[in-house]
């Protein structure tokens, strides 16, 4: 299957875990993706700049990463998917990782060696993922973990994580008022009644699960950016739900490590 982004077509990888459950899931999924957009008042906005953006559907993308374990016990980029705001996929390639790969993780990621073999490298999987995200609102869960991985960064005030909105967050126990980040599966299940990760992974399945969530807190969420924007002055009153560090989109210059506490 391929997948045409811009002026080039993307492979779609053909592996899938669960092809049934999968199946099922992908239709429920895609038929509950319907929803009226919602638009705020239009204004500039530099990646730079801490203020909301315009959210429509083409403004907004779902991202997913997998990872295996390389040299040193560290994580690395195996797959990355990337789907629009109504759910269609953008980009699905299996990315061959730079380091000698020690486990595959596939009971989790999904991946196996044969699925590597004649996968994209990280440089052009990290250059065209930029591209796609470039002045979009990027939703996912535990984004840090695939911004580690894609050695990449998002403006801070574009971002919709699904693992940091207060709303879609759990207590701690015996933390006093202190929230902690529910598991996707967790909040697919809560939020969508849709039962996904119940084995291997699939990350076009996990994004759009994340996308979907978001959407049916869209108003609400948008608000609660609107209100943060204007009433925090610091960091911490602008973080908006988000994580990462609110810096350009970059890449390997940066110097981050590949790693992260699991794929969410």
Not at 30 to 57: F, G, I, N
Not at 161 to 176: E, F, I, Q, V, W
Not at 242 to 258: D, V
Request: aromatic share 4%.
């Amino acid at each position: 299957c391929h997948v045409t982004t811009g002026n080039k077509t993307m492979v779609k990888p053909s592996h899938s875990s669960s092809p049934g459950r999968q199946q099922s899931n992908w239709a429920k999924l895609q038929k509950t993706l319907t929803r009226k957009p919602l638009v705020q008042k239009k204004r500039r906005v530099d990646h730079d700049d801490d203020a909301p953006v315009s959210v429509r559907p083409r403004s907004v993308v779902a991202m997913d990463c997998e990872m295996v374990e390389v040299s040193g016990g560290r994580s690395a980029l195996a797959r990355c998917s990337v789907v629009d705001g109504d759910g269609k996929v953008l980009y699905d390639e299996f990315v061959r990782p730079k380091e000698k790969i020690v486990d595959f993780r596939t009971k989790y990621s999904g991946i196996r060696a044969k699925d590597l073999k004649s996968a994209t490298s990280f440089d052009e999987c990290q250059r065209d993922v930029a591209r796609l995200l470039s002045k979009k609102v990027l939703v996912g869960h535990a984004l840090k973990n695939d911004f580690d991985a894609l050695l990449l960064s998002h403006p801070r005030h574009a971002l919709r994580d699904t693992s940091k909105y207060p709303p879609l967050m759990r207590l701690a126990k015996n933390r006093g008022s202190r929230k902690k980040p529910r598991k996707l599966r967790d909040l697919a299940k809560a939020e969508l009644d849709l039962d996904i990760q119940g084995g291997e992974h699939s990350s076009v399945e996990d994004a759009t699960a994340a996308l979907r969530i978001y959407l049916k807190h869209q108003a609400q969420w948008e608000a609660f950016v609107m209100r943060r924007t204007r009433g925090g002055g610091g960091a911490r009153g602008r973080r908006l739900g988000g994580a990462g560090e609110g810096r350009r989109l970059g890449g390997a210059g940066e110097g981050r490590r590949l790693g992260g506490a699991g794929e969410g």
